[in-house]
């Protein structure tokens, strides 16, 4: 499975971005994908998951309200649409794509895209 995240820049606080994650491969394998992020310093953390079915969605407390993850299963795409955008939301995000665990449960990144958020 290969993924490949678009959509980073630098925006100024209160304005919005949205991310893309395109997934090609095999993709049948993956049960749940998600969004990831690392700051400088800090440890990569999770930020949005959405499962491939029942679309059932997760989100950290931090981003509750200005994050929306989605996706549109016809052209593999996962999307991450963030409002509101604060200076702590300056990261590198990661797209991640989670391995059924009965197929052996691997975990696949993408190469990240730089999100600032500064004034």
């Known amino acids: 499975v290969q993924l490949v995240e678009s959509g980073g820049g630098l925006v100024q606080p209160g304005d919005s971005l949205r991310l893309s994650c395109v997934a090609s491969?095999?993709?049948?394998?993956?049960?749940?994908m998600g969004w990831y992020r690392q700051a400088p310093g800090k440890q990569r953390e999770l930020v949005a998951a959405i499962a491939m079915i029942g679309q059932k969605t997760f989100y950290a407390d931090s981003v509750k309200g200005r994050f929306s993850i989605s996706r549109d299963a016809a052209k593999n795409t996962m999307f991450l649409q963030m409002n509101s955008l604060k200076a702590e939301d300056t990261a590198v995000y990661y797209c991640?794509?989670?391995?059924?665990?009965?197929?052996?449960?691997?975990?696949?990144w993408g190469q990240g895209t730089q999100v600032t958020v500064s004034s």
């Open positions: 991640n794509g989670k391995e059924s665990p009965t197929l052996g449960g691997r975990d696949y």
């Open positions: 491969g095999s993709t049948l394998s993956i049960n749940a």
